[in-house]
Nanobody, 127 residues
Framework: QVQLVESGGGSVQAGGSLRLSCAAS????????MGWFRRTPGNERDFVSA???????RYEDSVKDRFTISRDNARNTVYLQMNSLKPEDTAVYYC?????????????????????WGQGTQVTVSS
């Protein structure tokens, strides 16, 4: 039903920047919340950021002043701009679809609230 494809990952030195993109299929993208999660080997996926259908955003505390989530509904794409990257940001980053349509509460920060997931894109930050 819904396909999500992440891109933009790569290797960067500490302090550098990357912009991740998530391209979504379908015609209902604009009515659903979207989120970014990340996973390191042996760990579960942890919340990074989310954006509601109206554009309200939330962030995990460790990235709040460094990352920015945004969406372009005309392109069915959600972005994660990552600045001042740290080695602890190294992970596989996943895009996921959250509640909808027209969900008006705070977007959840738990993976169980998201129903479709992309394949992930690797981000590696070296010191």
């Amino acid at each position: 039903q819904v396909q999500l494809v992440e891109s933009g990952g790569g290797s960067v030195q500490a302090g550098g920047s990357l912009r991740l993109s998530c391209a979504a299929s379908g015609r209902t993208f604009s009515t659903f919340a979207m989120g970014w999660f990340r996973r390191t080997p042996g760990n579960e996926r942890d919340f990074v950021s989310a954006i509601s259908w109206l554009g309200y955003t939330r962030y995990e505390d460790s990235v709040k002043d460094r990352f920015t989530i945004s969406r372009d509904n005309a392109r069915n794409t959600v972005y994660l701009q990552m600045n001042s990257l740290k080695p602890e940001d190294t992970a596989v980053y996943y895009c996921a679809r959250g509640p909808g349509p027209f969900y008006n509460n705070e977007v959840p920060a738990v993976s169980s609230a998201y129903d479709y997931w992309g394949q992930g894109t690797q981000v590696t930050v070296s010191s």
